[in-house]
């Protein structure tokens, strides 16, 4: 099978993010929804899919939406690490080597 686009996605919990987080990433996802936020941000069920792949900018887009740091370092370090989307999901593993945010 010939399949020209591939992304390794990084499936980690939630809690690699504040809950502030995850209610800025929501509203920027509302924005979006009209047309007017970060069109690489994606609910799903029980958290969120960023595919940073599809922004050079990923971390300014980030920052103008006051994600806080520790999140932002996260998702650095998962894509130094050769990760372009990642899902935080509700019911996926803590990654020990990552910030951790009781909720």
């Known amino acids: 099978m010939q ?3 591939r992304y390794h996605v990084a499936v980690i919990s939630t809690g690699h993010m ?3 987080d995850s209610q800025r990433l929501w509203e920027a996802w509302k924005k ?9 941000v994606q609910q799903t069920e029980y ?3 960023l595919r940073i792949s599809a922004s050079e900018g990923w971390r300014a887009e980030l920052l103008n939406v006051q994600i806080s740091p520790g999140t ?6 998962l894509e130094a690490a050769g990760f372009s989307w990642i899902w935080f999901e509700r ?6 080597t990552l910030a951790w945010q009781e909720w």
């Open 32 to 40: 979006a929804e009209a047309g007017r936020g970060i069109f690489w």
């Open 91 to 96: 019911d996926a593993d803590r990654v020990d």
């Open 47 to 49: 958290g969120w899919l």
């Open 72 to 77: 932002l370092d996260n998702i650095a370090a």
């Open 18 to 20: 504040t809950e502030d």
């Open 3 to 5: 399949v020209n686009e």
